[in-house]
């Protein structure tokens, strides 16, 4: 548990079936699947007491699972395309009552854990309901997660049962369509950080090759270890070149 007595999930949702960049999740990086990375940096935070895997029953997505418990994650299986009914589900699974939720995308195989943390102290402290780093984004997209508190994630979940399925593929969606119910935000990044021109997050072929030249050259160990400075740092000395 956490200093501040709050109980925090994070799921990772993950599938092969990409629509622009198919089996993505399992391409390597530096000897290890892309997905290797999220898992192991996403334990990396100080504040996530919990990372679960959510990936699709689709046969094509055994290997994402067998991954993930490879990893030591616990895996949890159900719908492709209703994504707020697998995480929905998936906590229901949980044997513990967690306060806050953590959404990790797959696409960003450089989640940072240090603003994963910042997220859930801004949540916390400010007592909103999501906290978004990509709102209007300072720092470089695909470095963070949204977080939530889970009273939220309910919320959701019920008042979009009936909704287009737009709403229940992109489970935060509903909210920021509803600010008069829901209070949200993002964080402002420091000078030192603040790159909102720098895309971290891989939907192409052409932004995993741009990865793929950061985790070759660091290595699968020195990949894991970086630092959000350490890889604005690489980034801005390979356009320099």
């Known amino acids: 548990m956490t200093l501040t007595g709050k109980l925090v999930i994070a799921v990772i949702q993950a599938r092969t079936g990409s629509t622009r960049l198919p089996g993505k999740v399992l391409r390597k990086l530096a000897g290890h699947p892309s997905l290797f990375y999220v ?85 916390e402290s400010r007592g909103l309901d999501i906290v978004n780093p990509f709102l209007d984004n300072t720092y470089p997209f695909g470095c963070g997660a949204e977080v939530a508190t889970m009273e939220t994630f309910r919320k959701v979940e019920r008042e979009t049962r009936s909704k287009t399925t737009n709403y229940r593929e992109h489970i935060f969606f509903y909210a920021y369509d509803h600010p008069e119910l829901f209070s949200f935000d993002t964080v402002v990044a420091p000078p030192e950080l603040s790159r909102p021109g720098l895309n971290l997050s891989v939907d192409t072929r052409s932004e995993f090759d741009l990865l793929a030249s950061f985790f070759e050259t660091q290595g699968a160990q020195g990949a894991l270890k970086a630092g959000l400075s350490e890889i604005i740092s690489y980034f801005e000395g390979e356009s320099r070149e």
């Open 39 to 123: 898992l192991e940096r996403s334990k990396r935070s100080r504040r996530i007491d919990k990372v679960v895997l959510a990936t699709t029953r689709r046969q094509r997505d055994t290997a994402v699972a067998d991954l993930g418990e490879q990893c030591g994650i616990e895996v949890y299986r159900g719908p492709e395309n209703d994504v707020l009914s697998r995480f929905n589900q998936c906590l229901q699974s949980q044997q513990r009552q967690f306060n806050m939720l953590v959404r990790v995308n797959a696409d960003n195989f450089l989640i940072c854990p240090e603003i994963i943390d910042l997220c859930l102290d801004t949540l």
